[in-house]
């Protein structure tokens, strides 16, 4: 059993970025520059946000951090993604999700200029990464594809089961499983909350995806000996024996189940450091972009 050690790799990714934004300013370009909308004082959100603009400053991006208060209105969010488009010295940003209740999110994911948009989410970038044409892919499902890449995790002719069918992650992770390519070429299968006896599917899959958010969903009785596994669940279980009262629990029985693997992914410390260093692989992008368009 291998474990897919997603902190390991994505400290190599970093690493890579540096060495190239390194090279930027010695030649006295212009460094990549992010910026992030936060709407309101969602926990998680804070946290998530945060890390993304630490990580920016640790690899030397530039970064930006736009904080909204809760009682926001659409219209103004919208003139605030309005000006992050006009502004040449940003190559890319993200709006977090989820946000207050009184903005309509499809609205807001449409609003982004597609060529800023690093999380992948505008319905033209959805579309071109269906379509197999060059895109940004969101950062969570381009981080298991980076993973499965660097493992050489055999995925053609595979049968991925993808478990739940959220935007931002198993919706795209579905489509790419099935593009042609490496990582690729799988036949698959979405399974979601309306799916009919879904051990019936996991007992037959090659690699399973769960992106579901209940703790110790998949057990090991579900799988077949030699399976792939991709826990993408992050949940907060309460516990007290931690400072913070928390600790992060996965979708996957993970002592049982990686006993069947051939390759697993642990949480934390599995998919969830990838997403960031995917997100700064698509600034990155973004700005390569942004110079050739100007030139
Ligand atoms: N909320 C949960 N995951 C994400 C993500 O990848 N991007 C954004 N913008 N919001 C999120």
Do not use: W
């Amino acid at each position: 059993m291998t474990i897919l050690d997603g902190k390991k790799v994505s400290n190599q990714i970093k690493e890579e970025i540096t060495q190239q934004v390194a090279e930027m300013k010695a030649r006295g370009e212009k460094v990549p520059h992010l910026a992030a909308v936060l709407v309101g004082n969602d926990g998680a959100s804070l946290t998530y946000v945060g890390s993304k603009v630490r990580a920016c400053e640790r690899i030397g991006f530039e970064s930006t951090l736009v904080k909204m208060p809760e009682t926001t209105s659409e219209e103004e969010l919208l003139k605030k993604i309005e000006e992050l488009n006009q502004n040449d010295d940003i190559d890319g940003f993200i709006v977090q999700l989820p946000l207050p209740k009184q903005i309509d999110t499809q609205k807001v994911l449409l609003a982004v200029d597609p060529d800023k948009d690093v999380d992948g989410f505008h319905p033209m970038n959805f579309g071109r990464m269906a379509l197999e044409m060059e895109t940004f892919i969101p950062a969570t499902p381009f981080g298991i594809l980076e993973m499965l890449e660097r493992y050489e995790v055999e995925t053609s002719g595979k049968h991925t089961v993808v478990i739940g069918r959220s935007h931002i992650v198993g919706r795209p992770m579905s489509i790419l499983m099935g593009r042609k390519g490496f990582p690729g070429n799988s036949t698959v299968t979405l399974t979601h909350s309306r799916t009919k006896n879904i051990k019936e599917m996991t007992l037959q899959a090659d690699i399973i995806i769960t992106a579901l958010g209940v703790p110790g969903f998949l057990k090991a009785d579900m799988v077949k000996e030699g399976v792939v596994v991709i826990d993408v669940g992050i949940t907060r279980v309460p516990d007290v024996t931690r400072d913070r009262g928390y600790r992060i629990t996965g979708d996957v029985d993970f002592e049982n189940v990686s006993k069947k693997s051939s390759f697993i992914t642990p949480v934390p410390g599995g998919v969830g450091p990838m997403t960031i260093a995917m997100l700064l692989k698509n600034t990155l992008l973004a700005r390569a972009r942004h110079k050739a368009a100007k030139a």
